[in-house]
């Protein structure tokens, strides 16, 4: 039993439970004092052990002692309680616009590419926040939204996993994959709506001006933390290439150059209320996420209550059968008489 769901309603009526000692002290005094127990079927017990004899000769006084402590207990309101707890959260709408466009396999956040440690971070990031709604849009040439703002992270965990490269048409639409993270948004009654946009390069594609999607965001209220991805200039990125003369295709390291639109993407963060971050690293990535991760929480309300069951009855019923015990001994001839 959860002992620390255990009360007493009436706690004063624990008083009269002195009234048990007080008989068995009577009775005591009672023996000491040239008092005996006079059984009228004695002679019948003579043959039983010593231990039998003497139990039998208190068995009425300690039941009713018992008996009425048991009886206190019961007018006290023995109640076990049930926790419960009820938690309320007022949480941020999230969505990940990540990059996918063919620069962000560039493998300057070695053993692994942009996108591997991207994905992975962003999946941490997720399982840290199970009380808001998290989306994902992939963008390049064009954008994708892979899931809406939801509370179901094994789903967004697995649509996250199936993020890859050349999954849509190379090039940079940072505007594109910024109006369609809000789109995400539109119709959300979170008190906090934000955008994470990860990318490596220059908006260089797409129909939409990353302007005209800062100053949407802007209206609708949607801080958007920007984050640069990669060292900038000569970069090592993987290429296929083909032999002239057997037409074999093998994977090549080649230095490429990569540029990162800082000014963009720090004009984004600045005129919604975000912040922009530079990632150089796999551990700076991390440090970035943690960042925003602190700086968007959730508001979580947490109220308890017990619900209480009576343990009367039952109680009672052991007080009424120990008393009654005790008047059966006493009817059958345990009397404590004059000596």
Not at 297 to 314: C, N, Q
């Amino acid at each position: 039993m959860d002992w620390a769901g255990f009360r007493f309603q009436d706690p004063g009526w624990l008083w009269t439970a002195l009234l048990g000692p007080l008989v068995l002290a009577i009775a005591w005094w009672r023996e000491r004092h040239g008092q005996a127990v006079v059984f009228p079927g004695a002679s019948r017990l003579k043959g039983k052990p010593a231990g039998l004899r003497v139990w039998l000769r208190h068995a009425p006084v300690v039941s009713a002692a018992l008996g009425l402590i048991a009886a206190s207990a019961a007018l006290a309101r023995p109640q076990h309680g049930t926790l419960k707890e009820q938690v309320t959260t007022r949480g941020v709408d999230i969505v990940v616009a990540l990059d996918v466009s063919g620069s962000m396999a560039a493998e300057d956040f070695q053993p692994r590419n942009r996108l591997a440690v991207a994905k992975e971070v962003v999946a941490e990031f997720v399982r840290r926040r199970p009380t808001d709604r998290i989306g994902l849009v992939a963008f390049a040439g064009k954008s994708l939204t892979k899931s809406p703002p939801t509370t179901d992270a094994a789903v967004l965990l697995r649509q996250l996993d199936d993020v890859h490269l050349d999954m849509l048409p190379d090039g940079t639409a940072i505007g594109s994959g910024l109006a369609t993270a809000l789109t995400r948004l539109r119709r959300s009654q979170a008190k906090s709506k934000v955008i994470v946009l990860v990318t490596d390069g220059a908006n260089n594609a797409g129909e939409i001006d990353p302007a005209t999607a800062t100053d949407v965001a802007r209206a609708m209220e949607v801080r958007v933390y920007t984050i640069g991805v990669g060292r900038g200039g000569m970069v090592p990125m993987p290429v296929q290439v083909q032999d002239p003369f057997t037409g074999r295709v093998s994977r090549r390291m080649m230095m490429t150059e990569v540029q990162i639109d800082e000014g963009l993407l720090k004009r984004i963060a600045d005129r919604t209320g975000g912040e922009f971050f530079r990632a150089t690293d796999s551990a700076s990535l991390r440090n970035i996420f943690d960042r925003i991760d602190r700086l968007e929480k959730s508001e979580i309300k947490l109220s308890s209550f017990r619900r209480y069951r009576e343990l009367f009855f039952p109680v009672l019923l052991l007080a009424a059968a120990m008393l009654a015990a005790a008047g059966g001994l006493w009817a059958a001839g345990l009397r404590v008489a004059p000596a």
